[in-house]
Nanobody, 121 residues
C-alpha cells in the first residue's frame, strides 16, 4: 500500500484545512488509518484514527471537537477536516495505515510522505 498525503498549507488561527490521504492498493479498505503530526524539535504524535469501516474514530484530546476524520473507501481516501486551527497545530502531518488502529506510530506499517500545516497567530 502506498499513501499520498496532501492539503496542507498556511492558514491563520481560526481557519480551516482539509487533508487528504489517497492510497493505492486493493487492501486499503480493510486497513485502519491514522494521522500523525510532527512539530520542529518534537516527537511525532497521534492526532486521529479511523477504523477500516469508518465506524470508529479516535482523537487526541486537544483536537476533539475541532478535527474530524472520515474515509471514502470507494475513493481509497481518508480525510482530516481541521477547523478552528491553532498555532500549536503547526507541523508536518502524516497519514499511516495498519491492520488495526493504534495511537502509537510504531504500530503502523504503511506511511505516506508528510504535508506541512502552518497556522499563524
Amino acid at each position: 500500500v502506498q499513501l499520498q498525503a496532501s492539503g496542507g498549507g498556511l492558514v491563520q488561527a481560526g481557519g480551516s484545512l482539509r487533508l487528504s490521504c489517497v492510497a493505492s492498493g486493493r487492501t486499503f479498505s480493510r486497513l485502519a488509518v491514522g494521522w500523525f503530526r510532527q512539530a520542529p524539535r518534537k516527537e511525532r504524535e497521534f492526532v486521529a484514527a479511523i477504523s477500516w469501516s469508518g465506524g470508529s474514530t479516535y482523537y487526541k484530546d486537544s483536537v476533539k471537537g475541532r478535527f474530524t476524520i472520515s474515509r471514502d473507501n470507494a475513493k481509497n481516501t481518508v480525510y482530516l477536516q481541521m477547523n478552528s486551527l491553532k498555532p500549536e497545530d503547526t507541523g508536518v502531518y502524516y497519514c499511516a495505515a495498519n491492520s488495526a488502529w493504534a495511537s502509537s506510530s510504531h504500530e503502523y506499517e504503511y506511511w505516506g510522505q508528510g504535508t506541512q500545516v502552518t497556522v499563524s497567530s
